[in-house]
């Protein structure tokens, strides 16, 4: 008994050793997938109330141009405000070099000394060169696009038909944990993203509010920016918190105002983060906060930067399936997800017809 217990401890280790070797080789491939599917799950309720009036065709038409539009629309917004930070921030390099001179004056003469060849080559100029090369690959960005709206597309013809051939092809017991744990996923990352828009866009506004009573330059740009960052776990709100202190120090001179406004705004993300979220969202999207921390680093060693955003859904995806059966409920307990008592597989509804709203 012990040593089949271990066979399959050691056999399960090394399944999920080669799912995350596979993640990461296939990149390239998983990554616009796995972003189209994710999509398709916020939709679908629009396109199964649109479906049942103008037709599939039309449906699939407006659904997706509701989804583009959303998309573009966050995007130049986020862009809009990125350029203005960035036009202020490179028009005053010289004023950052010299700072940074300052700086290291100051910590010589306080016995700090950084290290010499750093010292001497350290150009502001060359870090805002590599900055904006980061920002200007968008011919990477667009052919990703493409290909996640040709997924997209394709994915809203293509679920009432895969929804058929789980039922055709798959065994009963197979066929329920399949739609079980599909209507699952979805309907959880819906509330995962409108309590995440929630609590974003207070976010948001929160800063907006802070730095225009505090004077702080570019209010209203610094609110997009941690509306768009508070999206990503753990990593988002705190690059929303350390640049507006950064570039408050930089331009207002006064470190204990920067050191006040940090810690204004990391009050602000933790209320956000530690009580509203779980306000808003109950039990029904409880992970250990372990469990997203490691999901959330995994995930970005893995995608990089994507990975940081997915990481999460991810690990509900996961707790989503394990949910549907009793053998694999033992996995929610180590995730700290909730679950509902079932017997082996819950029975679920048709992906193809109406969901009641989450």
Avoid at 151 to 177: K, N, Q
Avoid at 247 to 274: E, K, R, W
Avoid at 276 to 284: D, F, V
Wanted: aromatic share 12%; with cysteine.
């Amino acid at each position: 008994m012990a040593q089949a217990f271990s066979a399959r401890t050691s056999l399960t280790i090394l399944a999920v050793a080669a799912l995350l070797w596979s993640a990461y080789v296939g990149e390239a491939f998983l990554t616009p997938l796995s972003l189209a599917l994710f999509l398709v799950a916020l939709v679908w309720p629009v396109q199964i109330v649109l479906q049942a009036r103008i037709g599939r065709a039309f449906a699939v038409i407006v659904t997706f141009s509701i989804l583009l539009a959303a998309i573009v629309g966050l995007s130049t917004t986020a862009l809009w405000a990125l350029e203005n930070i960035w036009r202020t921030i490179s028009g005053n390099a010289e004023r950052y070099q010299s700072l940074y001179r300052s700086m290291a004056m100051w910590l010589e003469n306080h016995g700090v000394v950084l290290p010499g060849l750093w010292a001497e080559t350290f150009d502001i100029n060359w870090m805002l060169r590599l900055a904006q090369q980061f920002l200007s690959r968008t011919g990477q960005t667009m052919s990703f696009w493409a290909i996640v709206i040709a997924y997209v597309v394709t994915a809203l013809f293509e679920v009432p038909h895969f929804a058929r051939s789980i039922d055709r092809y798959s065994s009963p017991r197979a066929a329920a944990l399949i739609r079980g744990g599909t209507v699952a996923t979805a309907r959880k990352l819906r509330l995962y993203m409108a309590v995440r828009a929630a609590v974003s866009l207070a976010t948001g506004c929160m800063i907006t509010v802070i730095a225009l009573i505090v004077g702080l330059p570019l209010a209203f740009e610094w609110g997009i920016v941690g509306f768009v960052l508070n999206f990503i776990p753990f990593i988002g709100p705190l690059i929303a918190t350390l640049l507006p202190a950064a570039f408050a120090l930089v331009h207002l001179g006064d470190p204990s105002f920067a050191v006040l406004l940090f810690v204004g705004l990391t009050i602000l993300q933790f209320i956000g983060g530690n009580y509203l979220e779980p306000k808003i969202s109950g039990n029904a999207l409880r992970l250990s906060p372990f469990i997203v921390l490691v999901a959330v680093f995994l995930w970005t060693f893995i995608w990089g930067i994507y990975g940081t955003f997915i990481g999460v859904p991810i690990m509900i995806a996961i707790a989503c399936f394990a949910e549907q059966t009793s053998g694999s409920r033992w996995l929610l307990g180590l995730m700290g997800a909730a679950a509902d008592p079932i017997d082996d597989v819950q029975d679920v509804r048709s992906v193809d017809q109406p969901e009641p709203p989450a």
